[in-house]
């Protein structure tokens, strides 16, 4: 009963990560971005809402709305345009970089210029909490679970199965001969900035109520998306659910039957092993770039 | 030639000037948590030492000379704030202000007593002031004196036989939970649990679990404000039986807007807070909203409050003297009735620690309420 | 007047090392501590760089070989009375073996994988300092951190603590310096720009990145050696992954593969940021907009820039340093 609680726990936690991670690994796939600043993305959307809320004394479904594009045009077009694009032909680490100076920038800022204490959210679904099989069951943890697969689900279905999508697959796996078909290469990686940007402002809609908004969410964050990603296997949507929720459920059993004060060191085990011993991931195809 | 002895004039009452208006202004810079994990904290402190100063320099400072202080980022690394409380003594302080975080008081506090230059800080850890430094003075209980208290609380009003203890991993969480752990020990009661969280943790499902696993008489909480919030919830939504109890964290305003109905039921012992009903904090409560626009936090009283005592106590000796303000501090109480900004009535004893009343509360439909006032150690 | 001209270099290195030694003199104690941490930092850089920009593995591990070699010479020197020589030398030949042993698994993966992998053992590191009260007391530190004394002079004082650090990044250098310059240093390079030729060359290219890999990594224990008695405290704080991310950027910022990039990349993260406080609340933001905006203009880093601006016609130079 205990168990089912954790493991329910878990799964919610890790359909963050999940949402995360997809985000991560399809910028990483179109467009060799390694952003160390997905975290801070996480983070930034629930503040654009609050701020929607008080400066623009919006309603909570306006605010949302604004909150979405506000993430849509500032994390997808403005981060594409004015970081990555200038980067992109000099290798990947100046971009790594610079990423981790705009992770810098939006915590601060955040902090600087809204609050450094912890804001409430409002939650979009009731705070009610239903009874399963002897564990306790948040609505919300069910909600989050529900949208966050939904997500992935229409994310893949997408991918594979309208053209545009189809597109944005080929020019993950050679750009130049995309190019030569005559895909539209900059607009496809384009789509999936944006894209990352819609997933990441979902996951903060999502998680703010309970995590509560604050600057430094995003550290936590960012580093368990880097390793659902990975383990799940970084060139597949699905791997990436996988690697979530698995990641979830993991370090929630790590911290209930290890030793808590090395809850932490559970998922980077996890990821050590996979990288050395199955570096495509649980679900990932052998180093061939796909989404 | 011409041109040279003017410009040596000039030089000279330039440097006559310069040092006319330095006798003007005292130096009291502020060290402190602007930025990393101690960035609440930090801000609360800074506001409220904002606010004192102003108030006091409006009305014509200390002994006439009105008060300039910096706030230089600890970042929150105690090497950083090695560097920092290094610029300010470099600056010829009369008093350091800060830090909040007990790693960095640690290290710094070395400097300050060498350069035998006071210092006020808001740390909590017990040991800051058993290493025989005079020049260190504290602004809240030091941990050896508030866990006693909540630890009485545990054995005669709740009557617990066990405890889970469940503490933030990080020297605040660790430094609380060993001397909580201590107090139990000391009165037979037994630890069920020993739980370490996460600074920043957000899914605390996995440590509930272990809680009522451990069927504890109750549960002792020690972790900072957003993590406090959540472990509420949880507990709340996972039925936790068994009182919630707290030091001065849990049952804060903060908490409990941030933790709703999970908050309410929560006890424990409040050594400082900007909700106890005491009118002259709750004056500055308000005070501090209106040209803040949030309510402070204990580490926001504390800072005000040791603006005023350094105020108060060197307009008692007359003059600006950094050792004797250090000699006079020791032993030495200050009523609201001597100086309003004190707010609350504060004895320091030889080593730095303070001794002021507290307060037993619960939280009532979101609000802390008081349940019984604790004396002072001392009197 | 090229940049790799022999003597352009020896005037830099002469002009340099000259401004170093005359810079205490009008400085405050502060501004003391701020150049030697500069100096510590910088010798964890040359260490990155030697990995990374010469050997081309992207390590993000550093930050725990600064920590084992701080917490290494702390322990020895305060709960054994170890002298601060013989702690020093453990602090780096400790750090070189667990840099070979970690390089042995980790560097059979390549690029983003490898800097996942040493993300990881940095974050293990930190919890294990955290969490070994026993070894090394734990989140509450270890104070009281005597500063050597050497043959008979103190090294308390910050201005003798300074040269002391100088006189170790100036045997640092030398050493990285003649590395470079020898036939390993050529077979690094090798690897960085091709290793798969390097290999069909005959270079045993496991052998060589280990090399590169356990040096850079004693170098970071060289690092955390002084940074304890300069700061005369250590807590695990300093030592997590934001260190790490730290040092990669001064690495990159100065100029990833040239031999002056680390002392002007920590020049950008230690000092820039502390010039900047002026402006309060904003110093964070304008040091992370400026770091975003050289990377937009010079990708290759300030030493890349510099390149550029002598030799635009020129290739990339940066193979001879």
Redesign the interface.
């Known amino acids: 009963m205990a168990l089912l609680q954790i493991l329910i726990s878990g799964l919610a936690t890790g359909a963050i990560y999940a949402l995360v991670a997809v985000g991560f690994m399809l910028l990483w796939q179109t467009s060799q971005t390694i952003n160390f600043a997905q975290g801070e993305f996480v983070m930034l959307p629930a503040f654009f809402v609050l701020a929607a809320m008080k400066f623009g004394g919006l309603s909570f479904g306006m605010a949302l709305l604004v909150g979405m594009l506000a993430s849509l045009i500032v994390l997808g077009l403005l981060f594409k345009v004015l970081i990555v694009n200038p980067m992109l032909r000099h290798g990947v680490l100046p971009l790594v970089i610079s990423t981790i100076a705009l992770a810098l920038f939006l915590k601060e800022g955040v902090k600087e210029w809204y609050a450094a204490e912890a804001q409430s959210f409002p939650a979009v679904w009731s705070n009610d909490n239903l009874e399963i099989a002897g564990a306790v069951v948040s609505v919300q943890n069910l909600v989050i679970i529900a949208v966050a697969v939904a997500a992935v689900l229409l994310l893949q279905w997408f991918l594979a199965r309208t053209r545009t999508g189809r597109c944005m697959q080929a020019t993950a796996q050679n750009p130049a001969l995309a190019r030569i078909l005559g895909i539209r290469v900059e607009r496809m990686i384009l789509y999936t900035f944006l894209i990352n940007a819609a997933l990441v402002a979902l996951a903060s809609f999502l998680i703010s109520p309970i995590y509560l908004a604050k600057f430094s969410n995003g550290e936590t964050l960012g580093l368990a998306a880097f390793i659902a990603a990975i383990v799940g296997g970084f060139n597949q949507v699905r791997g990436a659910i996988v690697g979530g929720l698995l990641l979830g459920v993991v370090d929630n059993l790590a911290a209930a039957y290890i030793s808590t004060q090395y809850r932490g060191a559970i998922p980077l085990f996890v990821l050590i092993a996979v990288i050395l011993f199955r570096p495509q991931g649980l679900l990932g195809r052998a180093e061939e770039r796909s989404v | 030639m011409k041109s040279l002895s003017k410009a040596a004039l000039a030089a000279a009452i330039c440097m006559a000037l310069g040092t006319a208006h330095a006798q003007q202004t005292v130096n009291i810079p502020d060290v402190i948590e602007l930025s990393g994990a101690g960035a609440v904290s930090g801000t609360n402190w800074r506001d409220g030492v904002i606010l004192a100063v102003d108030e006091i320099n409006a009305k014509g400072g200390i002994l006439g000379r009105k008060i300039v202080t910096t706030h230089s980022d600890t970042q929150s690394n105690p090497g950083i704030s090695r560097a920092q409380v290094q610029k300010a003594l470099d600056g010829d302080p009369y008093v350091i202000l800060g830090p909040v975080f007990s790693g960095s008081v640690k290290v710094n506090m070395v400097l300050a007593q060498q350069a035998e230059v006071p210092q006020f800080t808001g740390a909590e850890a017990a040991d800051i002031t058993q290493m025989g430094n005079s020049y260190i003075f504290r602004t809240s209980f030091g941990q050896q004196m508030s866990m006693p208290k909540i630890a009485n609380y545990v054995r005669d009003g709740v009557k617990a036989k066990t405890v889970a203890v469940v503490w933030v991993n990080n020297d605040f969480g660790k430094g609380g939970r060993d001397s909580f752990v201590k107090e139990m020990n000391s009165r037979g009661v037994k630890v069920a649990a020993d739980i370490s969280t996460e600074s920043g943790q957000v899914d605390f499902a996995a440590d509930v679990v272990k809680v009522k696993n451990a069927n504890a008489d109750c549960v002792f909480i020690y972790t900072n404000e957003e993590e406090s919030a959540r472990f509420l919830r949880e507990a709340r939504k996972q039925g936790v039986k068994g009182p919630l109890l707290g030091e001065t964290t849990l049952l804060g305003q903060k908490v409990i807007e941030l933790a709703g109905d999970a908050a309410n039921g929560v006890r424990g012992h409040v050594g400082l807070s900007a909700d106890i009903p005491v009118p002259a904090v709750q004056e500055f409560k308000a005070k501090f909203n209106k040209r803040f626009g949030y309510f402070p936090d204990h580490n926001g009283i504390k800072g005000y409050s040791a603006v005023y005592a350094i105020k108060y106590a060197t307009t008692k000796i007359g003059k600006f003297d950094r050792k004797l303000l250090a000699k006079t501090l020791h032993g030495m109480t200050i009523t609201p009735a001597m100086e309003p900004g004190i707010l609350i009535e504060t004895t320091w004893d030889e080593h730095g620690d303070i001794d002021r009343i507290s307060f037993l509360a619960e939280v009532v439909d979101g609000k802390q309420k008081i349940t019984q006032t604790l004396p002072k150690l001392g009197k | 007047m090229k940049l790799t001209d022999r003597r352009v270099q020896a005037v830099a290195g002469l002009l340099l090392v000259g401004v170093l030694i005359a810079a205490p003199l009008g400085l405050?104690?502060?501004g003391i501590?701020?150049l030697s941490?500069w100096a510590v930092m910088s010798i964890a850089a040359i260490g990155l760089n030697l990995t990374l920009g010469y050997a081309g593995q992207?390590s993000l591990a550093q930050a725990a070989f600064v920590g084992i070699g701080a917490y290494c010479s702390a322990i020895l020197t305060t709960s054994y009375g170890w002298p601060f020589g013989a702690a020093f030398v453990m602090a780096a030949l400790l750090c070189f073996v667990i840099g070979w042993l970690l390089g042995y698994?980790?560097l059979?993966?390549q690029?983003?994988?490898l800097?996942?992998?040493t993300?990881?053992?940095t974050?293990?590191v930190f919890?294990v300092l955290?969490?070994e009260e026993w070894l090394t007391k734990?989140?509450?530190?270890i104070?009281g951190i005597n500063r050597p004394n050497l043959f008979g002079w103190s090294t308390k004082a910050p201005r003798d603590f300074y040269y002391f650090c100088l006189i170790v990044l100036a045997g640092v250098s030398w050493f990285t310096w003649r590395l470079v310059r020898s036939p390993w240093g050529r077979a690094f390079m090798a690897l960085r720009e091709n290793p798969v030729r390097a290999s069909s060359l005959g270079v045993d290219t496991r052998r060589y990145t280990l090399m590169a890999f356990a040096i850079g990594s004693a170098l970071g224990g060289v690092a955390g050696a002084l940074?304890a008695p300069?700061?005369?405290?250590?807590?695990p704080?300093?030592f997590a992954?934001s260190l790490s991310?730290n040092l990669?950027?001064m690495v990159?910022?100065g100029g990833?593969g040239y031999f002056f990039g680390p002392f002007l990349g920590a020049i950008v993260s230690v000092l820039l940021p502390?010039w900047l406080?002026f402006t309060?609340?904003?110093?964070?933001?304008i040091?992370?907009?400026f770091?975003?905006a050289l990377?937009?203009v010079c990708?290759?880093g300030l030493l890349g820039l510099v390149e550029k601006i002598f030799k635009p016609l020129s290739k990339s130079g940066k193979a001879a340093p």
């Not at chain 3, 300069?230 to 807590?235: M, S």
């Not at chain 3, 309060?280 to 933001?285: F, Q, R, S, T």
């Open positions: 405050k104690p502060h501590y701020l941490m992207i698994p980790a059979r993966v690029h983003h994988y800097a996942f992998v993300l990881a053992f974050t293990l919890l955290r969490n734990g989140i509450y530190g104070s940074y300069l700061v005369e405290f250590i807590d704080t300093p992954l991310l990669l950027l990159i910022v990833s502390e406080r309060d609340g904003l110093y964070l933001i040091y992370a907009v770091v975003m990377m937009v990708p290759a």
